[in-house]
């Protein structure tokens, strides 16, 4: 069903708060369906863009705060 993609995908994206920082740049900007996340800790984190999540998933202590 090609329905349910979309929808999952509409449903995060209402989701996603107004803006977020990247714990790895440290860039304010604002999240959309695209965007990377992860939990660590109980945390969820938004990541900028593909590089930052893949250092963030390599070592999520150094990151998370």
Do not use: I, R, W
């Amino acid at each position: 069903d090609c329905k349910k993609p979309a929808a999952k995908a509409a449903a995060t994206a209402a989701a996603l708060p107004a803006t977020a920082v990247c714990p790895v740049s440290g860039k304010t900007f604002k999240p959309t369906a695209e965007t990377q996340v992860a939990s660590h800790g109980g945390k969820t984190y938004y990541m900028c863009c593909g590089g930052c999540a893949k250092k963030f998933a390599a070592n999520p202590a150094k990151y998370a705060k």
